[in-house]
């Protein structure tokens, strides 16, 4: 166990909806990552949030933003959906705003 | 950052040694190479990283050659729980981003 946790563990969902994917850091740690995790793609970084504020992003789409509040619990906002947006999408922390980091279990999303 | 080599897939028997290879060639001197492995769509674990000495910890070593162009990952005894992918990542002292390749996929067998 990480000190990660994320929910929901699995969620379906049809296109066009809205969905919330929620992180909790470990217990002292001020940067959160999202990554996506697709058969066709691997294991991609979409954007980091260190202490509240957006220190770095990836590949992620301009239908996906995410926030990190003050308690440094994330939520990553996935809109429009797509059936290509099926993926395993982890949250990872870590101390500083850089560092080894820990990954969360993940959430499985399926699009029908 | 630089990119990694490394075999799609190796075996190993249970209680022996697991060398997992990684080629970096390219990796520049404020480098680290890091390794994770993710034991079937569970999140990704930090293994180990190192600049350029050998390293140890609870789970492995890490032995860096002294032209920092390749590294190994040991396993010292292979159970059937180290069965997973490993990816071994070069990252800038500093970022904060992993960029996962392919990875090796790692079979301990009985």
């Known amino acids: 166990d990480s000190g990660v946790t994320q929910t929901p563990k699995h969620l379906i969902t049809a296109t066009g909806q809205r969905v919330t994917l929620r992180c909790s850091p470990r217990?002292?740690?001020?940067?959160v990552y999202w990554y996506q995790q697709s058969l066709d793609q691997g294991l991609q970084f979409l954007i980091q949030?260190?202490?509240?504020?957006?220190?770095a992003k990836g590949n992620i789409l301009e239908r996906f933003s995410a926030q990190q509040f003050p308690d440094l619990h994330s939520e990553l906002n996935l809109s429009s959906l797509e059936l290509g947006d099926s993926a395993l999408y982890f949250c990872?922390?870590?101390?500083?705003?850089?560092?080894?980091?820990?990954f969360g279990p993940g959430t499985r999303l399926l699009v029908l | 950052d630089a990119k990694t080599t490394q075999p799609p897939s190796m075996d190993c028997a249970e209680g022996r040694a697991a060398n997992l290879p990684c080629n970096h060639s390219t990796i520049s001197g404020n480098e680290y190479v890091y390794w994770y492995r993710q034991i079937h769509s569970q999140g990704p674990q930090y293994i180990i990283h190192?600049?350029?000495n050998n390293e140890t910890n609870e789970m492995a070593s890490l032995i860096i050659t002294e032209d920092r162009k390749s590294s190994t990952l040991i396993l010292p005894h292979a159970t059937l729980r180290d069965t997973a992918v490993y990816y071994c990542?070069?990252?800038?002292?500093?970022?904060?981003?992993?960029?996962f390749g392919k990875g090796t996929k790692l079979t301990v067998n009985p």
């Open positions: 190192g600049l350029k």
């Open positions: 990872a922390s870590s101390v500083g705003p850089f560092g080894n980091q820990y």
């Open positions: 217990s002292g740690d001020l940067s």
């Open positions: 990542i070069v990252i800038k002292d500093g970022s904060e981003k992993l960029v």
């Open positions: 949030y260190y202490n509240g504020e957006e220190r």
